[in-house]
Every structure is written in structure tokens, then in C-alpha cells.
């Protein structure tokens, strides 16, 4: 891989990748530093990478990074006050309607409860534009086990929200 497919592949895979991090991570910041280690990690073994398959393992290694920053944080939270800075420093715009908010809450509470392996598949199904196949390439299953943990997902979503989701 040449600096400049990684450069276009950047260029093309940021917003999209960043919008998937950032179900996984809640804050921008955060979302926007794994897909930069993604990339970074990307570059370090691009003798190894063929550009056919790169799209998924970007992913791969994003989310994966993901879930590693996920568990860290949850760790520390049992030890730390970091809890009550997430919490303070989650201030909206004022014109968000409550309604709006309270709504939003509610997802990103449905999301959150669903198990990682359903989580996975739901936000990249959703946020990533990616197939089944590259979707169960990211995540070492097969495209028909991304269809039907999508299926599952969103059925635990649709409950737990009600139908108008």
C-alpha cells in the first residue's frame, strides 16, 4: 500500500468511520482519536495489507480499538471520578428541544444494552454503508450471521423503544 491510497482512503473513510466510533464511544473526540490510531495502525503493517480487503480491516481495527477503549473506561469509572466529568461536560445546545433529548437518551440506552455482538452489527449495518460480507469480514462471521444479528438487534431495539422506531 502506497502513502497515497492510504491518504485517499482516508479521505473517503473518516466521516463514515468516525460516525460508527462514535455510537460505540459517545464523545467526537474520542471517536475521532481511534479512527486516527485505526489509520496509523493501518500504515504500520501496510506491507502486509492488500488494497482489495482494506476497507474491512480498517474497520476491523477501529472497532476493535473501540471496544478496548470501552472496557478501559468502564474500568476506571469503578475507581475514578470520571463519571461525574463525562456527565458534566455532556451540555447540549440550548434550542434541543427536551423531547428531542429525552428521546435521544432513550436510544443511546437501547443501544448501549444490547450485547456487543449485536452491537457491532447494528451500528455498522446502520452507519457504515459497508455489505453483509464486509460487515462479517470486520467481525470474523459469516454475512448470514450479520443478517440475522441485525434482525435480533433490531428487534431488541424496536422493544425496547416501542414501534415508533
Known sequence: MREADLEQLYARLERPLCNVLYR???????????AQEAFVRLW?????????????LVYRIA???ARSRRRRRSLWRWVSLEAVRDRASTVRPADETLASRERGAEVRAAVEALPDDLR???LLTELSE???AEIGE???????TVGS????ALRRLRAALGSAE
Open 24 to 34: 460505540w464511544l459517545w464523545s467526537m473526540d474520542e471517536a475521532q482519536d481511534v
Open 63 to 65: 472497532v476493535n480499538l
Open 130 to 132: 459497508l455489505s453483509y
Open 149 to 152: 444479528r441485525r434482525h435480533r
Open 138 to 144: 470486520i467481525l470474523s462471521i459469516p454475512a448470514g
Open 120 to 122: 457491532s452489527v447494528v
Open 44 to 56: 504500520r503493517m501496510r506491507d502486509r495489507v492488500r488494497l482489495e480487503t482494506v476497507e474491512p
